[in-house]
Structures are given as C-alpha cells and as structure tokens.
C-alpha cells in the first residue's frame, strides 16, 4: 500500500506540471494566431521568384485570330505586377467563401488520389514506413538526451562503475536515428512517395493541357501554363511539409514542454516558450518586411535574364544594326540594378536572421544559467543539464521550422492554386456523351447558318451556308481578317460554332468524337511548325506506324526530297526549335509531306504555298490537284493564280459569303473577285495566262510528274492518274 501510495503521490505531483503545459502551448497557439492576423494585414502580396499565375494574364501575347486587343496601358503611368495577384486575390475569396483554411484546403482533396493511391500497394507501404519513422523520431529525439543524462548521473556517482549497458543503449539510439539507421529507409520511402506523385501529377497536368481547346492555349501564357505542369511537384512538396514537419512541431512542443518542465521545472518551459514564440514573432515580421525588397529583387533578376534572351534570340538584328556596345552597356546596367537590389533585400533578411540567432544565444544562456543554478544549490543533478544542452536542438528546431515555413507553404500554396485552377479549367470543345467515331465515304461537307466569334462583341462569321460535294475543291479568297481561316479551324473543330450547324456526310462535327475527326481531316498550315527532331520524325508524326520508303515517297510528291538529301545528315538532320534551320519554303513543302503520308479524306490548305517560290509551287500545285483528286479540299489563298481551277472559289468579306463561282463565273461577274484579279494581274501581268496552262480538266501542260508515290501504296502513272486502290 505504502509503494502504491507513493506512486499516487507522484502522479498527483505531475499533474500540475501537464497542467502547465497545456496552458503554455495554448498560449503558444493563440500568441502564433494573433500575430499572423498582424502580419497578414501588414505584409504586401509577396512575388515568389519561381511563381507566375496562369491567370495573372488572361490576354493572349499576341491575339489570337479576330480577338479584340485590350488597350495599352500607358507609358506615363508605369506600373509594377505581382504575378500572383490575381490567384492570390482568388485564394482570398475562396478563402473567404469557405469559411476558412479547412475548407479552402478541402479543394486540394482531389489530388490525394494522386499522392497516395490506395490501390498502389507500394506507395501506400512507403507512406505507413514514413509514418512509423514520424513517430519513432519523436521517441528517440526525447530518448537519446535523455539517455546521456542517465550516463552522466551514474558516472559522477564516483563508484568507478563503467555503464556499459547504459552507453551502448544510448549508442543504439544515436544510430537508429541518424540517417545512417531509419532515416536512409525514410529517405527511400520517400522518394519512391515524390516520383510516383511527381508521374501521376505531371501527366495528369499534361494530359489535361493537351484536351484543352484552342481558345485555351492562344489566351493563356505558354510559359505559365508550362510551368503549372512543372510545378506540379510543389504539391508533394507541400504535403510533404505540412504532414512531416509542419504537424509533428505541435508534439514535439508539448512534449518538449513537459520534459523540460520534469527536468527542471515550469520556469524552465516558460523562458523556452516565450523565446520561442518571439523568435517565431520576428520570423514572420520580417519576412514580412523584406518582401517588398524581394519583389524588386526578382523583378530585377526577371529583367536581367530578359535582357539576355532577347539578345542572344535577336543577335542578327543587333548584328545588323551594330548595337553590340549598347547591348553590353544595357546589360551591364542591368547587373548593376539586380546587384544594389539584391543588397537591399539581403542587408533585412541578414538583420533579421541576426536578431532571431541573438534572440536564440540569449535564450540559450537564460536556460543553462538557470540550470547552473539549480545544480549548485543541489536541487537537481548535473545529468539534467547535459540532457538539456543535448535537448536544445530537438526543441528548437520545431520553433526553427514554424518561423520558415510561412514563406514555404505560401510559396507551395501558390503553385498549388495555379495547378488547381488549370485541372479546374473544362475545355469548351468536348466530345458528347455517347458520341461516336466520324464514318467518311463521299466527303460532302455542309455549313448551314454558322456564326462564329471569339469575342461576342466582334463577330468573325456572319450566317454562313455552304454546300460543298465529296471530292470538290473549294477556295477562299478575300481580304485578310475576314474569316477565312477560321472556318478552316471550324471545319477542323477546333472551335465549336456559336450558331448553326456543320455536317460532314450528314453527321454533325458536334456528335462525332474529336479524335475520329482529326484522323479524317489533314491541313497545311500559314506557318508551320515543326519539333526540335530530326526530319524524317517530323514527317513520321502524321503517321507512325509509316515506313522510310513511305516517308521518302511523301517528300517526293510535296518536291523535298531533292532538299533534304543535299543536307549533311539527309533525313535525320536536326531541324532546330521550330524549325529554324529550315526556310519557309522547306518548312511548308515538309507540312505538304506529312499530309500526303496522312492520306486523309478531306484537305484543309492555308495558304499552303505562301513560302514557296513559282517554280515550286506550279509542281505543288500539279501534287495537289493528284492528292485532291476523289478527297474534299478546302483551300485559302492570297494568290489568286493557285486557285483559278477550283471547282468554287468563295469571295469572304467581314465573315461573310459576298461571291461564289468558278474563276470565269466570278470574272463575269466584275464584282470583287474580279477586282482582286484586276489588282493581282497589274502587279504581275504574267497571271492573265496563268490559266491557259491548265486544260479543261485541270491538267497541267506544262509539265508532268512521273512515278509519284501516296500514302498506302498509292501510286501515279506516267500521265499523272491515280491508280492507287483508294481511288
């Protein structure tokens, strides 16, 4: 009874102490959640150096097609962005509308599919290791400097006693914590956890940007975009930091407080808890102060890192013009400016670092005197203080993690609000619920009533309608900006009409699958681009199952082969970022090749032959008249001589149909086909005859192509007739 006794009594002598401890970890709480209300309302919107919003600019950098441009802003009213101001103005609202941070959090519960797949058996292994690991940490930090102090105590015992035992326990614990016992095993564990939620992430970004609609990558930043893909990580990082570091500080700080509080006693607690908290306090204040000093730090760092792009990318217009001097001068002024900001920034963020280690030292000092003092006058034993000098790191470095962490987990938030608001973007062009693959036999193709605009208050196309018979080749002609290209991009739907209807063999394009649809069509671009590959994996993309003899027969027909032979490397020579090594013509005739690998069933040429000179392009047209023979072709033009063949030539004006007909029919007509023609033919008188060198079937006379090899073993005979087995 006596030894129960004794131990009821020890109890009863803890309970104070746990007492004291959850008041000084509420008080912790509550100083920490009024002093970031302060500072919340007293530090400007911070720029993160890696962050730019993706909706920060919801203009396009350049406009797309028929888009209203937004007014400059003005050259006497500068004015300094904060990339992230509008997502963080949103995540306010958001927050605001959520009722707090549990429920703005709650919109980031989609991703935990991503970043601990339940079905995948080794991630969620990984994650219980990592667990395990948390909590086992949180054992030994307070065992091991406990275990030193249990040595000390029995080493200044005086018995000449050596305590192995006790040593070697405490040697077991120093390995199983260091990185060299668990820590490698965690470390595994959590790299397999990051790669697997870095794939799942990334690809599902990738994905999700690539099913986007084409009023989605013309009105978004490139870079932006590119970068919520790459910053998809942020979100393991986030996790990462809030479920391991962030969490655990508030265990450790209880149990740091009663463990103190048991070696010494609730003095002790309270002079680490108030340094704690004011450490945290000055943290948080100056990061808040130094980020207006590091929002013009990375503002020069951007300017800096610009200045260079646009030199290295416009070194022939700064070679022309014998700028090297002032490009240098600018340059260097530009180091200047990056440098005096970077002063600026650091000479607060050392200062504050300075006053945090001050504050830290002194801290440190108050606790070893007042257990210096208590060991002289014999009230404790000289193990507790060398467990507490051995304990200063376990305890601190909590306090140490929660004065960082808010530029941290503001920084992951950030990216992680960019990354949402991307996954949350719907495409505006989706296939239909139970849509099925497009079915092409003839090719008839109709636009009935369609009205088209990319901004409501400029429409493009005005109520057009269009009957056009499988295999019949139809021009658009007109001035630039009246539409023409955009019906391509209907017809290839990459944009859904606002009114009316287009049909394809009676099937509108808005009930067939996208990808069935792709697959049927093939177009050549105004300005093609091409991957930093090689040639022939540019032209295998139209087609990649295609052979080499397929590949080669298809730059034959668009007359390039000749070209690509003559490079050093023939058909695996680099083509360089978007086809820079190329000339217009080349990149134009390698678009003609990859349609004619393609063998589609209906052909959209956009200005097809707009970078090639005449000799070529009188071979290209004779290749087209082949390709189109039996296939729908859709053809726009500015040099009316390309066309003057076609079945219809359409006259567009301000989105809408003012003339259609033949190329005789239209002439009669003297209306404003006839005057294109007027104005074309007085610049080059040549084009009055362009015509006579075709015969009434279309045929050139002036020259024949001999042996020229389609797609799928489509061939040509000597009088330029298709023999192939889909004709």
């Not at 500080?249 to 149990?255: P, Q």
């Not at 992680?416 to 991307?422: D, F, I, S, Y």
């Not at 991957?531 to 295998?540: A, D, H, L, S, V």
Request: proline share 3%; hydrophobic share 40%; aromatic share 8%.
């Amino acid at each position: 009874m006596s030894a129960f006794s004794t131990k009821m009594h020890d109890r009863q002598k803890d309970v104070p102490l746990v007492i004291s401890c959850i008041r000084a970890l509420a008080s912790l709480l509550l100083l920490l959640d009024g002093f970031s209300i302060l500072i919340t309302k007293h530090v400007e919107s911070s720029t993160d150096e890696e962050c730019h919003s993706l909706l920060g600019n919801c203009a396009a950098t350049q406009n797309g097609y028929g888009a209203i441009p937004q007014e400059p802003v003005s050259e006497n009213e500068p004015e300094v962005r904060d990339p992230n101001k509008e997502l963080k103005e949103q995540q306010a609202k958001r927050l605001e509308g959520e009722g707090g941070w549990l429920g703005y959090l709650k919109g980031f519960m989609v991703f935990l599919p991503y970043l601990f797949p339940t079905d995948d058996w080794k991630v969620m292994g990984c994650l219980a290791i990592r667990l395990l690991h948390l909590i086992q940490k949180r054992f030994l930090n307070l065992l091991t400097p406990r275990q030193l102090g249990i040595i000390t105590n029995k080493i200044g015992k005086g018995d000449g006693v050596m305590p192995w035992k006790d040593i070697g326990l405490w040697v077991l614990f120093l390995y199983i914590n260091s990185y060299a016992g668990s820590g490698i095993i965690d470390g595994i564990a959590n790299m397999v956890i990051s790669n697997s939620a870095y794939r799942r992430i990334t690809l599902l970004a990738y994905k999700h940007v690539l099913d986007q609609s084409m009023d989605f990558h013309t009105s978004k930043d490139s870079g932006e975009v590119l970068k919520a893909v790459e910053q998809a990580v942020s979100l393991n990082t986030l996790i990462n930091m809030v479920l391991f570091n962030v969490c655990p500080i508030f265990l450790d700080v209880a149990v740091s407080m009663y463990y103190v509080t048991h070696l010494f006693d609730a003095y002790m607690a309270f002079i680490i808890l108030f340094m704690g908290a004011t450490y945290i306090a000055l943290g948080w204040y100056f990061t808040g102060l130094s980020q207006p000093k590091r929002r013009d730090y990375v503002e020069k760092q951007r300017t800096e890192s610009s200045t260079v792009n646009e030199t290295v990318h416009n070194w022939q217009t700064v070679a022309y013009f014998n700028r090297l001097t002032f490009e240098h001068q600018r340059y260097a002024a530009n180091i200047v400016n990056t440098i005096n900001a970077q002063y600026s920034y650091n000479s607060i963020s050392m200062g504050g670092n300075a006053v945090q280690e001050l504050l830290r030292t002194f801290g440190f000092a108050a606790c070893c005197i007042f257990g210096i003092s208590q060991i002289v006058t014999g009230q404790k034993p000289v193990g507790n203080l060398l467990t507490l000098i051995m304990y200063w790191q376990t305890m601190t470095q909590p306090i140490y993690v929660l004065s960082n962490s808010y530029h941290h987990i503001s920084s992951s938030l950030i990216n992680a609000e960019r990354l949402l608001q991307l996954l949350n973007t719907k495409p505006t062009v989706a296939d239909q619920e139970g849509s099925e693959g497009i079915v092409i036999h003839r090719g008839d193709v109709e636009l009935y009533n369609v009205n088209f605009h990319y901004d409501e208050r400029k429409p493009i196309i005005k109520d057009v309608s269009l009957k056009v018979r499988g295999g019949q080749t139809i021009a658009f002609v007109g001035e630039t900006g009246g539409g023409k290209s955009t019906i391509l991009k209907l017809l290839f739907r990459l944009y859904d009409v606002i009114d009316g209807s287009i049909m394809i063999d009676g099937q509108d394009l808005r009930s067939v699958t996208q990808s069935s649809l792709c697959d049927s069509l093939g177009i050549v671009p105004q300005d093609p681009v091409l991957f930093n590959q090689t040639i022939r994996e540019n032209i295998r993309y139209a087609k990649l199952e295609a052979t080499d003899a397929e590949i080669e027969d298809a730059c034959r027909a668009a007359a390039i082969h000749d070209d690509i032979v003559g490079f050093p490397d023939s058909y695996n020579s680099k083509v360089g970022e978007r086809g820079v090594r190329l000339s217009g013509g080349q990149l134009q005739r390698i678009a003609i090749a990859r349609v004619f690998l393609k063998n589609p069933k209906i052909i959209l040429l956009d200005e097809a032959t707009s970078a090639i000179d005449t000799v070529i392009e009188a071979r290209i047209q004779e290749i087209f008249r082949i390709l189109s023979r039996d296939r729908t072709t859709f053809i726009i033009a500015h040099r009316l001589s390309t066309v003057v063949n076609a079945d219809q030539i359409i006259v567009i004006e301000q989105g809408r149909i003012i003339e259609s007909g033949s190329h005789h029919e239209l002439l009669e007509v003297k209306g404003k086909y006839s005057e294109l023609w007027t104005k074309q033919t007085a610049v080059s008188p040549g084009l009055k005859n362009t015509s006579s060198a075709f015969s009434a079937d279309g045929e050139d006379t002036t020259h024949r192509l001999v042996d020229v090899s389609l797609v799928k073993g489509g061939k040509t005979n000597a009088s330029g007739t298709d023999v192939s087995s889909d004709a």
